[in-house]
């Protein structure tokens, strides 16, 4: 039943800015921690941003101050604005909801950033 698409990759020279989206259906975003993670091709997945509940965030050292993950809950979809994006930001980005019994990942968005 829960859904999750991400959207808004895509190619961008370094230094450029993208926002990706992840609208949600079969679940209410703001009760739950939503979380973005990337895979670089043969990488294992990172923790890139979080947005608890209570609207707090976190963010790895590699994209802080650049990445900035917010929701909307009228829309039930949770941002991630990228700027000053680096080629080593080039990955595989997918929105993921733990709802403690089980975790949620939509079907990831690529991000291709080239110098």
């Known amino acids: 039943q829960v859904h999750l698409v991400e959207s808004g990759g895509g190619l961008v020279q370094a230094g450029g800015s993208l926002r990706l989206s992840c609208a949600a259906s079969?679940?209410?975003?703001?009760?739950?921690?939503t979380e973005w993670y990337r895979r670089a091709p043969g990488e294992q997945r990172e923790l890139v941003a979080t947005?608890?509940?209570?609207?707090?965030?976190y963010y790895a050292d590699s994209v802080k101050d650049r990445f900035t993950v917010s929701r909307d809950n009228a829309k039930n979809t949770v941002y991630l604005q990228m700027n000053s994006l680096k080629p080593e930001d080039t990955a595989v980005y997918y929105c993921?909801?733990?709802?403690?019994?089980?975790?949620?990942w939509g079907q990831g968005t690529q991000v291709t950033v080239s110098s």
């Open positions: 079969g679940i209410i975003l703001s009760s739950h921690a």
């Open positions: 993921s909801v733990d709802r403690g019994t089980l975790r949620s």
């Open positions: 947005v608890s509940t209570g609207g707090n965030t």
